[in-house]
């Protein structure tokens, strides 16, 4: 059924059946969440990040399916250093965050799942636009999908029968008033970010942050409404958030949706790849609000 909408959405028979087993995969991850430990791995990711188990048990059920997937060439997670081959004949290089906002799993907060799909083997020198797919997953109390292949962007929900489109026109427009200031420390070194938080406080904007950016986000495309902020500051430039794992593929869904993403200077989508851990300033939502957010910050 979901294989049959896809291909309606003009996805390629390869692609929609590579989505079809991240369908799976992320069936699997969200079932091995319930009743999961929290306890740490004992192991660093390639950032040099302490990883909890379920990073581990995420990263090994996405690699699996993955580097088995006759349609993917390479493929690369956040949690690894390095692209991993796959494939000799596939076409597709596949990038993911297996457990996106795992500092927040002892919390028992949402966390996600966050993946982009480029139609070449290897994407230095390229850019997010050139994404076929970039979908993310949300394992809060139910697991749903955003997911788009380039026709708008499309909600899935799991179910017992497996797979159910819920909202066929995710739509990111102006209305209400929400914000979601990450790195709000930058705001002690930069006083242009410090300025643009208390603008949006005394336009009385509604604060709705978690710390885990797949929730965050998630709250714009549900809501209809709202703006992401992660800005850098003079001890970390780029900030912390990857192009290639979060920024990329929800810059994709972003524009999709009809909302804008930006770097402060221009969008996400038109940045060039120069190294697979490159870290960008990432603005995220309703394009006006994008707007007054590069305006403000230098
Ligand atoms: P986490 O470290 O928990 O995995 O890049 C990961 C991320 O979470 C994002 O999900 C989140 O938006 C961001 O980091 C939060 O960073 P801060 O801890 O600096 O607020």
Redesign the pocket.
Known sequence: MIYDFLIQKGSSPALAELLVELGRAIEEISKSILGASTLKAGSKNAYG?EQIAMDVKADEIMNRTLSTNPYVVTYCSEEQDGLQPASIDGQFSVFH?P??????FDVNFSVGTIVGIYPVADVLGHTPREQVAALYAVYGPRTTVMLSVGKGVQEFLLTEEGWVLVTEEVAVTAGKKYFAP????ATAEREDYFNLVASFIKEKYTLRYS????P?INHIFKKGSGIFM?PGMPSAPDG???LMY?CGPMAFLMEQAGGASSNGKSSILDLQISSLTQKTPVYLGVKEEVEKVCAAVL
């Open positions: 990040e965050d457990l996106d906002g795992s500092s927040l990450g790195n709000l420390r710390g885990g950016m797949v965050d992660y912390k958030l990857r979060e």
